[in-house]
């Protein structure tokens, strides 16, 4: 009797981009028998991409015309015309694929879409809302072509150091304290709100920085300082927010304990929001295939985490967006940033550069810009920027789908070579 893959799990959880929750850690739930098929093994660093696998203690690699069942694990091989790539081979290269496409349009071509968005909640000044991807792609159009593709890809490495904090702030207080990263197969109340806990201490921890990251995010390019700009200055701006020093700031300028409910408000439903939608999703896919019984298709064990990756997040930053303007406004009150004209106005002269606009709001706390949002520029001043994200997430999911259609061919096509 052939053995059981040693490494083969059956609970692989993936999280998309956004903000506070992205990369927050991976659950495996082992494959093995009934009793062990009841618990989780918790790891602090990611699996490998999904459709790899390594080889283990004992293990070797398999002949091609070796007949499944014979090796210590067992697998099934297309058993075609010769030179036929094996299915393990094939499923390697979907996931693959299909992971990198994800992840590179998540955190790289997507990011101009980020930076317009906050640059729209921030800017209460504008008379467009944006609440529409056209008019939102006109402008990012017309700041582009004046100051350059740069314009629309600052900040982006300030997120992933926002990202790089979260996950090691997560894993040390994960170590540190009985609160878990994923949540069991079969939950309690008390785990639930533990890891919902961590989420938000999580979130707590990388505040600092993700102020930092945020002004670096929008301000303008015609205001920022070159010699004094640098990979690492979101890490050093966040430490001297926390410690009260460095550069002088407006009086305006908010504690950080007045932003610790707007943002771990923030990062728990975002995050519980995600994670539910994700479940369903999979759990309707898994039970619709079975029901049809459909063959097996190396990249159906891959594309359905990350469609419903996708999904979550999309539904979780729709619902939350208004919370997220308002973190972002109270964020950036007092730090004299200045930031792009997102009505799109040209000003005369300096070779047709877009306007700039201070920002200048006088919060005096969450449920004071809550207020003052509804008061001054109606519901729809919680959504600046909604057009943005819906394109954002267009793009995401069209790439996604193109890559899938993609590596499905070139499966089809060395399946019959």
């Known amino acids: 009797m052939a053995s ?3 490494d083969s799990f059956d609970g692989l959880v993936y999280r998309g981009r956004d903000d506070p929750n992205y990369g927050a850690g991976y659950s495996l739930r082992s494959a093995g028998g009934p009793a062990e098929s009841q618990h989780h093994h918790w790891v602090t660093t990611p699996p490998d991409i999904p459709g790899s696998r390594n080889l283990h203690t ?6 091609y015309d070796e007949p499944p069942g014979e090796s210590g694990v067992a697998r099934e091989w297309d058993a075609a015309q010769p030179g036929g790539a094996p299915a393990e081979q094939l499923n ?20 101009p879409c980020v930076v317009f968005r906050r640059q ?21 159009y017309s700041i582009s072509k004046a100051q350059g593709p740069k314009a629309l890809w600052k900040g982006m490495g300030s997120t992933f150091i926002v990202h790089g ?23 309690s109340v008390k785990q639930l709100a533990a890891h919902f806990l961590l989420k938000g201490l999580t979130a707590v921890v990388a505040l600092p920085f993700y102020c930092s990251s945020l002004i670096e995010t929008v301000q ?56 539910s939608v994700q479940r369903v999703v999979l759990w309707l896919h898994h039970r619709n295939k079975k029901w049809r019984h459909s063959p097996s298709d190396p990249l159906e064990a891959h594309f359905p985490e990350l469609a419903a990756a996708w999904l979550g997040s999309l539904v979780a930053d729709v619902a939350v967006f208004p919370l997220e ?3 972002h406004r109270l964020g950036l009150q007092g730090t004299r940033t200045i930031i792009d004209a997102t009505d799109g106005v040209m000003v005369a002269g300096n070779g047709g550069s877009p306007l700039v606009l201070p920002v200048n709001t006088q919060y005096d706390g969450f449920a004071d810009c809550l207020h003052a949002i509804r008061r001054k520029e109606g519901w729809p001043g919680f959504y600046r920027g909604f057009g943005a994200l819906v394109a954002q997430f267009a793009l995401h999911g069209i790439l996604l789908a193109a890559a899938r259609t993609l590596l499905g061919l070139l499966l089809l096509e060395a399946k019959v070579s």
């Open 4 to 6: 059981r893959r040693p």
């Open 120 to 140: 729209c909640q921030v800017n209460y000044h504008a008379r467009c809302y944006h609440l529409t991807p056209f008019s939102a792609l006109a402008v990012m």
């Open 165 to 187: 904090v979260m996950l090691g702030a997560e894993g040390v207080i994960s170590e540190l304290t009985p609160l878990p990263r994923e949540i069991p197969h079969r939950w």
């Open 92 to 111: 390697r290269v979907a996931g693959f694929g299909i992971g990198l496409v994800s992840l590179f349009t998540e955190n790289v071509l997507t990011h």
């Open 220 to 275: 303008s390019e015609i205001a920022r300082d070159d010699s004094s700009s640098g990979l690492l200055d979101c890490v050093r701006e966040g430490l001297a927010r926390l410690l009260g020093v460095g550069a002088p700031h407006s009086r305006r300028l908010l504690p950080l304990s007045c932003l610790l409910l707007p943002a771990l408000a923030h990062a728990v439903l975002r995050y519980a929001i995600a994670a």
């Open 58 to 63: 004992g293990e070797r690699t398999p002949l």
């Open 325 to 327: 303007t308002a973190l």
